[in-house]
Each structure stands twice: as C-alpha cells, then as structure tokens.
C-alpha cells in the first residue's frame, strides 16, 4: 500500500479481521486539527466543550483517529471515535441510539474530511468505542459499534456489514 506523504504508515500487530493486510495509514494530528477546526466553525458550542463532538444523542464523542485503509484494493477511510456511554446494560446508549449518533458523524465529519482531501473511498467506516483500543487489537470487554456507508453527492448511504 502507498500512502500519501502526509500520513504516517500503521501497521497493526495482530491479524485480526479487521486489520487491513498491509497496514493502514493513520493521519496526522493537523488532519484531527481540520476536523476539529470544522466542527468549531460549524457548532459554536463545540469550541467551548473540551473537543467532545455534537451528536444527536448528547453522548460525550471525541474522535481517537482517522485511518486510510487499502481493505483488498480499495480505499476505506475509517473514523474511530470514543463514546464511553456506549454498551448494553442499563443505563448506557445502545446500539439503536448510537447508530443514528453515527450516521450524524458521517454527514457532518467525514464527507468535509474526504472532499478537504480528496479523497475518492470505497467506504467510510464510523466506529464508537467506549475506551481507547489500538486499531486491529481484540478487547473483549470494549463495547465497540460500526457502521459502513458509500458516498454519493456528499450523501452517507448505509451499507449494511
């Protein structure tokens, strides 16, 4: 895989499903830097609110990183975000809430993140973890929510996984 001069080659440790054969590139922090300068500019109320995202279900989100990953020839970009509320005990959001939460990141973060670096994905992939979890690592105590979607004309459609 080749990966654009401004990102930094990952390679995950584990073989895991997930984990892209080759490694996956992990943008740098002035990327993060676009994302939260959007959402700055766009909810004034995220400026004031310690880098937590705007979500349709109020949970606390904050993005952990953004991978570009060449998943069997093609391009996914995958947006992974901590939401510590997330699982599936009482009191805690559920994936039926969560999911909704995700498709708002999808709409609002990721296609001004792929069109800022044009970016041409076969998929955009949201996940919600609710703790820090390196990328292609088991946890099986992490609660971890994902959804895929295809962009057309800056529309995130769902592509059921």
């Not at 609002?108 to 973890?129: D, F, G």
Request: hydrophobic share 40%.
């Amino acid at each position: 895989m080749t990966c654009l001069t401004r990102y930094r080659h990952a390679r995950a440790e584990s073989h895991a499903r997930a984990t892209p054969e080759r490694g996956a590139c992990v943008s740098q922090v002035w990327g993060r830097a676009f994302i939260l300068g959007l959402l700055a500019w766009s909810f004034p109320v995220f400026a004031q609110s310690e880098n937590l995202l705007p979500v349709p279900s109020g949970q606390p989100v904050h993005l952990s990183d953004v991978l570009l990953d060449n998943n069997p020839g093609e391009l996914w970009v995958r947006f992974r975000f901590i939401a510590p509320k997330i699982g599936y005990t009482a009191g805690r959001i559920g994936y039926d809430v969560a999911s909704a939460d995700m498709e708002h990141l999808c709409q609002t973060l990721a296609v001004a993140y792929v069109a800022k670096h044009e970016l041409e994905p076969a998929r955009v992939v949201i996940s919600l973890s609710d703790r820090p979890i390196e990328f292609g690592r088991s946890s099986p105590d992490a609660t971890q929510f994902f959804e895929a979607y295809r962009l057309e004309q800056s529309q995130c459609i769902w592509e059921g996984l």
